[in-house]
Every structure is written in structure tokens, then in C-alpha cells.
């Protein structure tokens, strides 16, 4: 079945250091991507989304290309800041009506001063 | 203006009790879902509703029922809490063409 897989945590920077967090996915067909991100104690917000190969999704200073032949969406910001210290999940959703998003565990990261 | 709301957004109870969240879109969608995040913060489908329809009923057990009174509201009753049930559940909806899901706030959930 389709899964996807984003590198273990936490991940720990300093401000305006890079961040890049990664993420494979495995799926049939061509799947729409996301970057969603939670910060401590609260819902999932749409960090940002790609829907097709070499798409590149962009909110906030963050970014992710769709790399259909690499089968990857890896998120980066160049220069992180102590308010985007939360967690980030890599999603995939097969493009079916209605179907599930697939999260991967999820990367906490901290960002300290 | 909320998007997804929840309610309530802390539940706390005994084992045996039954309980229900509420959720509520005012975005138009036609799809709702809900999610549990365990305590490592994963995330996995329980069921989802098209147009009032269930159209994914994952591996759950029966004393989860979700139950759709209209496009706008998706509830979920948990029977007989047991331990194992704390958890966050998220509610989420979308409308199908562009299959962007939006989140509630979550109901954290502990079971004593």
C-alpha cells in the first residue's frame, strides 16, 4: 500500500540555520503531496502542497519540489526561526475522491536562540 | 469564522463511559474525516463521510460510530472507553476536486 517515510527527529538548529527535512513516499499512480506542520498543543495546519511531478509547493519561507523520479518531497526553509520550532508531517493523498491523507511519523524540530 | 471546529477540545473520563465529539465545517466541503494521533504524535484515518455517506471505515473498533446529520457536521461516539482510546482526534474536510484536507484544533481525549 501506499506509505510514506520523513527522517526521525528531533532535529535541533539554530536561528537562521537551514533546514531541510526529508521525505520518500511509495505510491501507485500520482499521488498529491503536503507538508502539514503542528505547533505545540495545537491542530495541523497546510504548510504547503504539490499536486504534480516537479510542482514546487511554498508558504512561510518554506519550500518542497514534487520529485516524481526520486519519489521525494523534502521540505527546506534557508534560515529557520525559534517560532517555526514545531512538529512537520510529510502527507500523500492518492488522487481518489475522498481518499485518506497517508502521514509519515512526523520530525519535531527545535529551534533554539 | 472557524473553518473545522471541535468541541470539546479537552475530554476527560473514566474507563466505561460513553462519549461524543462534535465537528463542524463552515467551508462548503463535502468530505469529512477523522483522524487519531496517538502519543508518538501518529496519525492514522479512522473513517471518512462523503455527503453524509461512509465511504472509509478503517480497522476500528465497534465501539466507534461516526455518525453525518448533514454535509457541515461529522460526529463520533466512542462507547465503553477503555484506556487504550486516549488519544487527539482531529476532524478534517475537504471538497474532493482539489483534495486539500483542513484540520480542527483536535479534542484531547484521556481516559482514566
Known amino acids: 500500500g501506499d506509505s510514506v517515510t520523513q527522517m526521525e527527529g528531533p532535529v535541533t538548529l539554530s536561528e537562521e540555520a537551514f533546514l531541510t527535512i526529508n521525505c520518500t513516499y511509495t505510491?501507485?499512480?500520482?499521488?498529491?503531496l503536503f507538508w502539514y506542520v503542528q505547533y505545540p498543543g495545537e491542530g495541523l495546519q497546510l504548510l504547503l502542497k504539490?499536486?504534480?511531478?516537479?510542482d514546487k509547493g511554498s508558504n512561510k519561507g518554506f519550500e518542497a519540489t514534487y520529485r516524481k523520479e526520486t519519489t521525494s518531497f523534502h521540505l527546506e526553509k534557508g534560515s529557520v526561526q525559534v517560532s517555526d520550532s514545531a512538529v512537520y508531517f510529510c502527507?500523500?493523498?492518492?488522487?481518489?475522491?475522498?481518499?485518506?491523507?497517508?502521514f509519515g511519523k512526523g520530525t519535531t524540530l527545535s529551534v533554539s536562540s | 469564522d472557524t473553518a473545522v471546529s471541535q468541541t470539546p477540545k479537552y475530554l476527560v473520563t473514566q474507563m466505561g463511559n460513553d462519549k461524543s465529539i462534535k465537528c463542524e465545517q463552515n467551508l462548503g466541503h463535502d468530505t469529512m474525516y477523522w483522524y487519531k494521533q496517538d502519543s508518538k504524535k501518529f496519525l492514522k484515518i479512522m473513517f471518512s463521510y462523503n455527503n453524509k455517506e461512509l465511504i472509509i471505515n478503517e480497522t476500528v473498533p465497534n465501539r466507534f460510530s461516526p455518525k453525518s446529520p448533514d454535509k457541515a457536521h461529522l460526529n463520533l461516539h466512542i462507547n465503553s472507553l477503555e484506556l487504550g482510546d486516549s488519544a487527539v482526534y482531529f476532524c478534517?474536510?475537504?471538497?474532493?476536486?482539489?483534495?486539500?484536507?483542513?484540520f480542527g484544533p483536535g479534542t484531547r481525549l484521556l481516559v482514566l
Open positions: 502527507a500523500l493523498s492518492a488522487n481518489q475522491a475522498g481518499t485518506a491523507l497517508i
Open positions: 505510491a501507485t499512480g500520482y499521488p498529491s
Open positions: 504539490a499536486t504534480k511531478a516537479d
Open positions: 478534517a474536510s475537504s471538497q474532493d476536486s482539489a483534495r486539500t484536507q483542513y
